[in-house]
């Protein structure tokens, strides 16, 4: 399961580079800022939050031009047209930009390791497995089976399904996949598990799902199925827990760090 971030394209190092010539001081500069995701949605605040920042350290001449709502194409698209420079900016997924630019994927990794594979032989430690065996069941005692919701048009569903299948089997727990790609299949699949009394619901990160999250916890408190999301925004929304960071809160340091890389304090005019 990989947490969603921003992704600084190779492009913007060649922006910074432009950001130190003369004429970058005086004149406003655009920069376009790409997700596939409505405006009115967590990308959105971020992306406010990023472009705002940006702005107010550079003094007004750093200027966010945003398109939301997969304007510039989805992910796939969007990567490629940074590797091109046709876009500056982009929120997407890790799991996506480490298949253009394979350095992203450190952003997948959580602080505490010091690698993926010490994540992995951290979570496969049999002490590690007993104990959080013993702790589910200890809280749950009939838990045995938990369904995931994943989107099969995401290219990222079934390598997460790779490693929530591994997780199941080292925790004895059947998992059942269940597919949504459009509202109607979200809704068929909280239909199928009101049928499952108990059942548990991982709901994997994925864009589509974001920008519905409301339809999904709506759905999850309908037929009471204790469920676990991606990002914070959702337990805002009323979800009962999320397992990661609260999406605005990194960009807005993404947008400090960026004012700091273009801040003439930083980066003084160079003569030619």
Not at 91 to 104: G, R, Y
Not at 156 to 168: G, T
Not at 244 to 259: I, P
Request: hydrophobic share 45%; charged share 20%; with cysteine.
């Amino acid at each position: 399961m990989r947490c969603k971030t921003m992704l600084f394209a190779v492009a913007l190092f060649g922006v910074a580079a432009a950001a130190g010539t003369t004429t970058m001081a005086a004149d406003v500069r655009h920069f376009s800022f790409a997700y596939d995701q409505p405006h009115t949605t967590a990308y959105g605040i971020a992306a406010d939050t990023f472009a705002n920042k940006l702005a107010e350290l550079s003094h007004g001449t750093l200027v966010i031009d945003q398109f939301p709502g997969a304007q510039l194409g989805q992910e796939p698209q969007v990567l490629q047209k940074l590797r091109t420079g046709d876009v500056d900016f982009a929120i997407t997924s890790t799991a996506n930009s480490a298949t253009v630019q394979p350095e992203s994927g450190v952003f997948s990794i959580h602080f505490v390791f010091r690698s993926e594979d010490h994540l992995k032989k951290a979570l496969a430690d049999p002490a590690v497995v007993a104990a959080f065996r013993d702790m589910m069941h200890e809280l749950v005692p009939d838990a045995s089976e938990i369904s995931v919701l994943v989107n099969p048009s995401n290219p990222n569903a079934e390598p997460q399904l790779v490693e929530l299948r591994a997780a199941a089997g080292m925790l004895r727990l059947s998992l059942t996949v269940l597919k949504a790609s459009t509202e109607d299949e979200i809704a068929a699949a909280f239909a199928s598990l009101a049928q499952e009394a108990g059942r548990a619901l991982l709901v994997a990160g994925d864009t589509f799902f974001n920008s519905r999250r409301n339809q999904l916890v709506e759905r999850a408190a309908r037929f009471a199925v204790p469920a676990i999301y991606e990002f914070r925004e959702y337990t805002a929304t009323g979800g009962l827990m999320s397992y990661a960071s609260r999406l605005a809160d990194s960009y807005h340091q993404a947008g400090v760090y960026t004012g700091r890389i273009f801040s003439p304090a930083q980066n003084p005019p160079t003569s030619r």
